[in-house]
């Protein structure tokens, strides 16, 4: 997964806490749940997508929108 313009923080991967990873994109394993934080800093429109062309194909791409 990729979220653009801005950085998210790892909280949990797979079931495990992680603490102080910040990234803007992640590789979710199949049938694995990450959870992440963000603090949004870049007002605007930011595309949220999986990278395989196949989802994207299908619509597993969003806009996030951020307004101070």
């Not at 950085?7 to 979710?28: H, I, N, Q, S, Y």
């Not at 199949?30 to 619509?59: R, Y």
Request: aromatic share 10%.
């Amino acid at each position: 997964m990729h979220l653009h313009r801005h950085t998210f923080e790892l909280v949990r991967f797979d079931g495990r806490p992680t603490a102080g990873v910040m990234k803007d994109v992640v590789v979710v394993p199949p049938w694995k749940q990450v959870e992440i934080d963000v603090t949004a800093s870049q007002p605007g429109l930011a595309p949220f997508h999986c990278h395989q062309q196949f989802h994207m194909d299908n619509g597993f791409m969003a806009m996030m929108r951020y307004e101070p």
